[in-house]
C-alpha cells in the first residue's frame, strides 16, 4: 500500500541529487574567479609598501558577484527540501541577483519569475529574459515582497528571499566561498592577509559570509562595509538601532537598502563608510580607465572606501594589503552611469570626486 509513496519519494529524491550535481558541474565548470592587483602608482607606493586587489567577479557565467547568491539560494532550497522538479522558482529583484537565478533555473529546467516595480529598465527586464526569466511588475517597489510570497502561494513555489536567506545559505566556514576563495589568491602575496576586505551591502550576504570566515580562521584582517546614499546600512550601524527605515531606493545598483535586510550582520562589520553616490560614480569611471574595461558603480563605491583605508595606511606609515571587489561589468551600465545624459537627470555629478581621485593617484593622499 506504501509503495506508490515510496516510489514518488525515490524519485523527487533522485531529482534532487541530480539537481545539485549539475549545480556543482557548473561550479567546476566555472572554475574560480581571478584576483587582479591595482596597479597604484609607483611614485608613492614603492615607498609605501601598500598593495590593492579586485577580486574580480564579473568573470561569472552571468556576469556579476550575485552567481554565487544564486548558487547558494538554490542549493539552500533544494537540501531543505523547497525545491523539486515542479516547482516555480521566484525572487523579488530587478537586477542582478535575478538575472543569475533566472541562469540557474533555467539550468535545472525549473520555471523562474522575478518581481519588480513596473518602473525597471527595459534593459533589465530584458537581461533576465534572456536567462530564461519571467518578469512580474508591481506599482510600487515596496510591494515586491509580499507579491513574491503571494506568487509562491499561489502556485505553490518557492520564494527564494535573498534579503532573509543570503546569510542562511552561504557556508560561512568555507566550501569555496568568496571569502575563502580571496586568502587562497592571496597566499604567495608580498602580504598575504590583508589589513582590511571592503564589500558593500545589498543583502548583507557577502559581509556577513567574509566577515565571520575571518572570525573562524581567526586572522587580524578587518572587514569595512561601504554604503551608498540614501541606505539604511550605514545610520542603523551608527545609531545602533536595526529599524532605522529610508524609505528611499539607492542610486547605486546592487548596493543599499531602504530597510536593514534581515542577512546584513553589523556584528561582523569594523567599520562602515558611506560613500557619496557622484564618488561611487566618479570611482567607476576612473578604474574604467586605468583597467580599460568598464565597472559598475558598486565597485566605485567599494573603490572609494579602499582608497580612503590606503591613504590612512599610507599617513601611518604602514605597509600592507587591501582587498576589494569588482562587482560586475560596467557594459551593464552604458545608458546610465556612463551616460552624461542619464546622470545629469538623476543629479549626478562625478567631476568633483574625480579632482579627489586624480589627487590620490598623484600623492596617495585622501581628504
Known sequence: ?????????????????????????????????????????????????????????????TGSLKHRLARSLFLYGLCNGWIGEDTTVIEASSGSTAVSEAYFAALLGLPFIAVMPASTSAAKVALIQSQGGRCHFVTESAQVYAEAQRLADETG???????TNAERATDWRGNN??????FDQMGQETHPIPDWI?????????????????????????LCVVDPENSAFYPSYTEDDPDVVTGLSSRIEGIGRPRVEPSFLPGVVDRMICVPDSASVAAAHHVS??????????????????????A????????????????????????????????????????????????????????
Open 1 to 61: 500500500m506504501n509503495q506508490p509513496a515510496a516510489s514518488a519519494c525515490h524519485q523527487s529524491r533522485s531529482w534532487v541529487d541530480n539537481a545539485v550535481r549539475l549545480i556543482e558541474a557548473d561550479t567546476r565548470r566555472s572554475a574560480d574567479t581571478h584576483l587582479l592587483r591595482y596597479p597604484l602608482p609607483a611614485a608613492w607606493c614603492s615607498d609605501a609598501d601598500v598593495a590593492l586587489y579586485l577580486k574580480d567577479e564579473s568573470t561569472h557565467i
Open 157 to 163: 513555489g518557492h520564494y527564494l528571499d535573498q534579503f
Open 177 to 182: 566561498n568568496i571569502a575563502e576563495s580571496i
Open 198 to 222: 571592503v564589500v558593500g551591502a545589498g543583502t548583507g550576504g557577502t559581509s556577513a559570509t567574509i566577515g565571520r570566515y575571518i572570525r573562524y580562521r581567526r586572522y587580524p584582517t578587518r
Open 289 to 310: 580607465r586605468v583597467l580599460g574595461r568598464r565597472v559598475g558603480p558598486s565597485t566605485g563605491t567599494n573603490i572609494c572606501g579602499a582608497f580612503g583605508l590606503l
Open 312 to 367: 590612512d595606511m599610507v599617513a601611518q606609515g604602514c605597509s600592507g594589503s587591501v582587498v576589494t571587489l569588482l562587482a560586475d561589468s560596467g557594459d551593464r551600465y552604458t545608458e546610465t552611469y556612463f551616460c552624461d545624459e542619464w546622470l545629469t537627470s538623476h543629479g549626478l555629478d562625478p567631476s568633483a570626486s574625480a579632482e579627489v581621485l586624480a589627487e590620490f593617484e598623484r600623492s596617495g593622499r585622501w581628504p
